[in-house]
């Protein structure tokens, strides 16, 4: 059975971090890239950082820009997302998400799998 094994999340201060984990279970396919999105009732869900699997080629939204870090663990199958200087605006749920195309773009319609979600709460 196909399943992102998502983990990390919890409630945080302001100013603390948190590193998100994303690890596939049961695939058959080749995934070309994994992100992380994150969605708040009523606003949709969007990208904050996704990755290349075979080039690491990296995106990030531009709230994620400076704070955050994806990275991948190819040995694992594993990505993170290093979520530094975190604020309350950054609550929300995470959801991690995989794409199997070569021309890949870090938006909802980019991505074929995604994973149940977590929860990011940020707040003192």
């Known amino acids: 059975q196909e399943q992102l094994v998502e983990s990390g999340g919890g409630l945080v201060q302001p100013g603390g971090s948190l590193r998100l984990s994303c690890k596939p279970s049961?695939?058959?396919?080749?995934?070309?890239?994994a992100g992380w999105f994150r969605e708040v009732p009523g606003r949709g869900r969007v990208g904050v950082s996704c990755?290349?699997?075979?080039?690491?080629?990296?995106y990030y939204s531009n709230s994620a820009k400076g704070r955050f870090t994806i990275s991948r663990d190819n040995a694992s199958n594993t990505t993170y997302l290093q979520m530094n200087d975190l604020k309350p605006e950054d609550t929300a749920v995470y959801y991690c998400?995989?794409?199997?195309?070569?021309?890949?773009?870090?938006?909802?319609?980019?991505?074929?799998?995604w994973g149940k979600g977590i929860q990011v709460t940020v707040s003192s």
């Open positions: 049961g695939f058959t396919w080749n995934y070309n890239a």
């Open positions: 998400a995989l794409s199997n195309s070569k021309y890949w773009i870090c938006d909802n319609y980019g991505m074929d799998y």
């Open positions: 990755i290349g699997v075979t080039d690491d080629k990296t």
